[in-house]
């Protein structure tokens, strides 16, 4: 059984296509501004024309507004809305019931306390996503490279599936498996040549070496 993966912040044709060629099981749009990957709501809309039903396409979001949301949904034509900011329980369920899309909540962790606030979400994300809690002098919540202690999540047993992100490689992915029993992960800047400049080769030998796990 391979590990399912999600390759997030693709802005480019080259991107999307070696992403669905190489077996993604979802694809990645940011719609916020501070990074790199940054794409209008009308570009992903474009992008994901090429992306077979069968792949989830997620809009990665940080404490956004309803007008904010209404946009990336109404013009994007995203699947899931991925909330990678300080949204509350009580928000990840209004995002829910108000958009009618399902949502997946990210979790910065750098102790076993944070892994532990995953519990506050089960009952009301469709998914989980445990990433490494930013830098302190950090712009943006996620994209930033570094991994956290993967054992932290090694025999964790959650109500809902979640995704591991956070620093992987196509170096590190198996090693990351083994350490915390993913099933699914999430990469960004693994796959990149530069911020927000992903490679089609190396997401093509991401999903290869994810594949084979």
């Known amino acids: 059984m391979s590990v399912a993966v999600k390759i997030c912040g693709l802005n480019d044709a080259g991107s999307v296509a070696a992403a669905v060629a190489g077996g993604a099981a979802l694809v990645g749009f940011v719609f916020f501004r ?76 750098e102790t076993a306390l944070d892994v532990d606030k995953a519990r506050e979400f089960e009952s009301v994300a469709d998914r989980l996503m445990f990433d490494a809690r930013p830098p302190k002098d950090a712009t943006r919540p996620g994209g930033n490279a570094p991994p ?39 990469v960004s800047s693994g796959v990149e040549t530069a911020p927000g400049q992903k490679s089609p080769a190396k997401i093509a030998e991401f999903l290869k070496i994810a594949a084979a796990l």
């Open 34 to 109: 501070a990074s790199p990957r940054y794409v209008e709501p009308e570009t992903a809309a474009r992008r994901r024309a090429n992306v077979p039903k069968s792949i989830l396409k997620v809009g990665l979001v940080v404490d956004a507004d309803d007008a904010t949301l209404a946009r990336i949904v109404e013009r994007a034509g995203i699947d899931m809305l991925q909330l990678h900011g300080a949204e509350t329980p009580a928000r990840a369920a209004e995002i829910h019931l108000r958009f009618g899309l399902p949502v997946m909540k990210v979790i910065p962790v």
């Open 148 to 186: 956290f202690d993967w054992t932290l999540l090694k025999g964790r047993a959650f109500a809902k599936p979640w995704l591991l992100a956070g620093g992987l490689t196509a170096a590190n992915v198996a090693d990351a498996v083994r350490a915390s029993g993913a099933r699914a992960v999430d």
